[in-house]
């Protein structure tokens, strides 16, 4: 059971395991920096915490983000869009987003998928 | 059975109903405008025809944003995450990208879940 207030659970529209996509963009630069997924008591914490805190479907588990890498995200705002399967999170950013070290998890030649025109 | 390149269908990690996150980003400002999904074929016809499709999964199925509205995403740039499960979208955004009329789907103060510090 989450604790998240239950006006703001009440607005999610949820995947079928239970989650919101999160979007995590650069306070600074506004870059986009890494897209993760909450559920309901990962969004509960990052609400009342500031810090980014999300739930990994691979390990099925919350994690905060830096946690053992260091590189936290000390969230600025949060708000969700128009149809409750997303939140988009402004934050500071320590260190590289991304776990390969890469500054976001969009970086590097490899993850073009479509050139730019 | 979708077209998609199968080099690239294979470093998708799908949700459990087969989607994608996908994020478009305005090419000229750098907003986040929306979070919307794709399957496989969402996104062969998205690196195809540089016209932003996506896959409704309330409708269950493929609309290319703009279709009805004319809020048109003509796609400059898509990059593919760490992890393959989102995909970042640059796109030249015709008119208001919200089906709501604002300008992004995280615009207006009612979607503010975490005021700014």
Redesign the interface.
Known sequence: MSSLDPA?AARLKR???GLV?A?A?DDAT???L??AWMDDEA?HR??TT?RATYYS?SRQQLWVKGETSGHTQH?????????G????L?VDQVGPA???G?PT??DTDE???????
């Open positions: 703001v995947t079928e395991d996509a979007i963009v506004g870059d986009v890494m897209l969004l990052t609400l500031r479907r969230v600025r705002e949060v708000r969700i869009d128009c149809d399967d997303a939140v988009l402004r991304c776990h390969t890469a998890c969009f993850r073009v998928l479509l050139a730019r025109e």
